[in-house]
T-cell receptor, first 113, second 114 residues
Framework: QKEVEQNSGPLSVPEGAIASLNCTYSDRGSQSFFWYRQYSGKSPELIMSIYSNGDKEDGRFTAQLNKASQYVSLLIRDSQPSDSATYLCAVNDYGGSQGNLIFGKGTKLSVKP | GAGVSQSPRYKVAKRGQDVALRCDPISGHVSLFWYQQALGQGPEFLTYFQNEAQLDKSGLPSDRFFAERPEGSVSTLKIQRTQQEDSAVYLC????????????FGPGTRLTVT
């Protein structure tokens, strides 16, 4: 059973701080990794994708991938109350279908003003 | 441009009724996925279409679930003889690529079976 694990939280950080969200995955053959943000009652919104080891930055977001450790993380700099949401880590299951995503349960982030 | 749309947004069905959920993907997107999301969980894969071909239906929980995409655009997920355990949010996602890398989700249909 291919799994994606996330700490469910809640993770609480003060406004302006760095929020660090972590994810591990079980399938060593996984190649594509994604972070989705999901506000309460809304659908997942793609915020970052990463395909190779190292860091990828996009604005206040940085995704980090370490395939040897099967570990993906998302850093949010200068956190804002509007960043309060559940963050879903997803891994592309090439071994199964033509690329359905396997999701973690999500980490709930709360940014306090 | 227009994103993925789904209808209805909310559906209440009595146990035993049949329901049909519609997904309009982003125009030109080859790949279409259906996921089921229970409260407090991440989305779980149900089925995948590449254009009109249903290439994977391994996630469908029972033979009461059926999906189609006859013209390679709009897709319908049908659930026959609904049960209470079918209550969930049903999400549709589309991707411009065959291997469905970056997937874009619609707003979902919240199904409640009473």
């Amino acid at each position: 059973q291919k799994e994606v694990e996330q700490n469910s939280g809640p993770l609480s950080v003060p406004e302006g701080a760095i929020a660090s969200l972590n994810c591990t995955y079980s399938d060593r053959g996984s190649q594509s990794f994604f972070w989705y943000r999901q506000y309460s009652g809304k659908s997942p919104e793609l915020i970052m994708s990463i395909y190779s080891n190292g860091d990828k930055e996009d604005g206040r977001f940085t995704a980090q991938l370490n395939k040897a450790s099967q570990y993906v993380s998302l850093l949010i700099r200068d956190s804002q109350p509007s960043d309060s949401a559940t963050y879903l880590c997803a891994v592309n299951d090439y071994g199964g279908s033509q690329g359905n995503l396997i999701f973690g349960k999500g980490t709930k982030l709360s940014v306090k003003p | 441009g227009a994103g993925v749309s789904q209808s209805p947004r909310y559906k209440v069905a009595k146990r035993g009724q049949d329901v049909a959920l519609r997904c309009d993907p982003i125009s030109g997107h080859v790949s279409l996925f259906w996921y089921q999301q229970a409260l407090g969980q991440g989305p779980e894969f149900l089925t995948y279409f590449q254009n009109e071909a249903q290439l994977d239906k391994s996630g469908l929980p029972s033979d009461r679930f059926f999906a189609e995409r006859p013209e390679g655009s709009v897709s319908t997920l049908k659930i026959q003889r609904t049960q209470q355990e079918d209550s969930a949010v049903y999400l549709c996602a589309s991707s411009p690529r065959i291997y469905g890398n970056e997937q874009y989700f619609g707003p979902g249909t919240r199904l409640t079976v009473t």
